[in-house]
């Protein structure tokens, strides 16, 4: 038992170890050792909030099925780290080479469906938006659809909302500014929202990508940076499985700077850096 002398709350390694089980159950999330302190920071908000005495008393809320609490408990524990164009060179190939080939490979169904498997609060989808907008000529109509998925629900009204302060914007190009965004004025000065028409083609929900998906596959471009490093290989391999039966062939999957696929899955070739086609 290790307890730190300044905390309000007792915090076992019994009380860690059934939290971890219960992360595991709940998101496929595996944490680690080091996440001890980050577990107890985020949860002892929790156990204010509902006025509890214990962590065995919180898990026993868990436990019970409490549905809200559940949404709660899977709020404080995932990470939710992004900006516009993150991963920069991703967008590059989007607009270079994905969007170009699926344009020609569509052309009868003039249909694009785009799968962001962790839209946090809405930087990553929005960037996929303007980048496949920007990538199609003008004087075409296409079907486009992005649906942009996340386990955690407040950070998807803030996606769904659209306002970002003028800060998270600053490092985009300003005539994508200029164009994508609507700066704010009076009282909403110091923020700017999303066009209309990037909102247009994004379905924001929620889904946990261990339980049941979206239906609006096949994909022809698949994001999932930066969600499997909290997964251990076994979920990963089922993951990424299930991504490749969800996406066209030859489509692209784009995953996070310090993911692989090696020993993972057989499904793809890495055809550029953390980008891959799938066979």
């Given at each position: 038992m290790s307890v730190a002398p300044n905390r309000d709350f007792l915090f076992t390694?019994?009380?860690?170890?059934?939290?971890?089980?219960?992360?595991?159950?709940?998101?496929?999330?595996?944490?680690?050792?080091?996440?001890?302190n980050m577990v107890y920071s985020r949860l002892s908000r929790r156990l204010r909030s509902l006025e509890l005495q214990s962590f065995k008393e919180y898990c026993c809320i868990i436990e019970s099925g409490d549905s809200q609490e559940l949404v709660n408990f899977t709020n404080s524990i995932t990470t939710n780290l992004t900006s516009f164009f993150r991963?920069?060179?991703?967008?590059?190939?989007?607009?270079?080479?994905?969007?170009?080939?699926?344009?020609?490979?569509?052309?009868?169904?003039?249909?694009?469906?785009i799968w962001c498997c962790a839209s946090s609060t809405g930087e990553e989808p929005y960037s996929i938006a303007m980048t496949v907008l920007e990538s199609i000529p003008r004087n075409q109509s296409w079907d486009?659809?992005?649906?942009?998925?996340?386990?955690?629900?407040?950070v998807l009204a803030t996606a769904k909302q659209g306002i970002y302060p003028d800060d998270r914007i600053s490092g985009i190009n300003k005539n994508r500014i200029k164009q994508w965004f609507w700066k704010g004025k009076g009282k909403h000065e110091g923020s700017a929202k999303v066009n209309p028409s990037l909102q247009n083609i994004i379905d924001f929900r929620q889904a946990n990508l261990?339980?049941?998906?979206?239906?609006?596959?096949?994909?022809?471009?698949?994001f999932c940076r930066n969600v499997v490093i909290y997964f251990d290989k076994p979920t990963q391999r089922v993951l990424f499985e299930r991504i490749a039966n969800a996406m066209y062939d030859d489509s692209y999957?784009?995953?996070?700077?310090?993911?692989?696929?090696?020993?993972?899955?057989?499904?793809?070739?890495?055809?550029?850096?953390?980008?891959?086609?799938?066979?």
């Open positions: 390694d019994k009380d860690f170890n059934n939290i971890r089980y219960l992360v595991k159950k709940h998101t496929g999330i595996s944490l680690s050792d080091q996440k001890k991963e920069n060179h991703h967008f590059e190939f989007l607009s270079s080479t994905a969007i170009p080939e699926v344009l020609k490979r569509n052309i009868d169904t003039r249909k694009i469906r486009i659809k992005i649906t942009a998925t996340d386990l955690d629900s407040n261990l339980e049941k998906w979206p239906d609006d596959g096949p994909f022809d471009i698949v999957l784009f995953i996070g700077h310090s993911e692989s696929l090696f020993k993972v899955s057989d499904r793809f070739n890495l055809i550029g850096q953390t980008i891959y086609k799938k066979l």
